[in-house]
């Protein structure tokens, strides 16, 4: 896959399909739209190409109500990889585009950059300032434009019961396994290891703190959580099982919320190194115990049940 972060240099693509949209979390919902952008693309001999913005652009209209993402941009590109798409176009969103009329949009943006064969959007898709484009206006214009539109239909995205507000719930109230059934994939989280207060070596558990990369990135219900995790060492990836634990740590007082991972059977310094922790269960509520020992005895349990659910899990997968 080719990505592209400049409109004004893009290739010349051959009978380009083309879809657009902010596809935060590449979910079931977003795929069943890759899944027609490739049979669109097929029929014609033609190359897939993805249009996607950044920042999103309720980030730029609508800051204070903008959600937590699902993913960032270089998880985004990392799942249009796997998804096997041709081109990604990744187009900086502020407010002089988000001033663009629809029919400027179409006339200016889709048609003058991408020379589209075809278009495939979701039933739903709205473009343009104040969200005034649609389907309907994408098929006025078409022949006009010397492009084909392509709609999937809502009873196709419907039967996926998926949006990126309903991940957001679930990941929100610890219900992960529904989050990653419509994500069709393990939520991630993604960060940089960073020095703590080490109490969790002293109880025989150490973590690593991790620092988010992506600052706008949702942060799921505290809690313990069954994970495993992907270490990058000198570009050498290492899978492993573990627990998290995101929360503020009422046992010893702790005033701001932490991410912290326990690896088993790990005790490596991995300090300003890359985690990525792939949730798999929320295995309990954060708690506050009446001291040290109880957490350590309440640590130790967690550690026994989480290692028997991800007995049968291949923590590469």
């Known amino acids: 896959m080719q990505v592209h972060f400049q409109v004004e240099k893009l290739p010349s693509f051959k009978n380009a399909v083309v879809t657009i949209g902010a596809f935060d979390g590449v979910h079931a919902g977003h795929q069943s739209i890759l899944n027609g952008l490739k049979k669109q693309a097929q029929r014609v001999d033609g190359e897939t190409v993805v249009i996607t913005f950044h920042p999103h652009p309720r980030r730029i209209l609508h800051n204070a109500d903008a959600p937590s993402m699902l993913t960032s941009l270089e998880e985004r590109i990392e799942r249009f990889h796997l998804l096997g798409i041709d081109h990604l176009v990744v187009v900086p969103f502020d407010h002089v585009f988000a001033e663009l009329s629809a029919e400027e949009y179409v006339h200016k943006f889709l048609a003058g950059s991408f020379h589209p064969a075809i278009i495939v959007v979701g039933y739903d898709h ?46 929100l109230s610890g219900q992960v396994e529904k989050a990653n059934e419509l994500l069709s994939y393990k939520y991630q ?41 992907h270490l990058n060492q000198n570009g050498i990836i290492r899978h492993e099982k573990g627990m998290m634990n995101i929360g503020y740590r009422p046992t010893v007082n702790g005033k701001e919320r932490r991410i912290e991972v326990h690896i088993f059977q790990f005790d490596e310094d991995i300090y300003h190194q890359q985690l990525k922790v792939s949730l798999i269960n929320y295995t309990r509520k954060e708690m506050k115990f009446s001291g040290l020992d109880a957490l350590t005895t309440q640590l130790n349990q967690d550690r026994t049940v989480i290692s028997q659910l991800l007995a049968g899990i291949n923590p590469a997968e």
């Not at 539109?149 to 419907?158: G, R, T």
């Open 126 to 171: 709205r473009f343009g300032k104040d969200r005034k484009g649609n389907f309907q206006l994408l098929k006025s214009i078409s022949a006009e434009l010397n492009f084909e539109v392509f709609e999937i239909p809502e009873q196709l995205l419907n039967e996926s019961s998926v949006s990126s507000t309903l991940v957001r719930e679930y990941l």
């Open 189 to 229: 989280m993604h960060g940089v290891v960073i020095e703590g207060d080490k109490l969790g070596r002293t109880l025989g558990f150490p973590t690593a703190n991790l620092s988010l990369i992506d600052s706008d990135k949702l942060i799921p219900a505290s809690g313990v959580y069954a994970v495993t995790v």
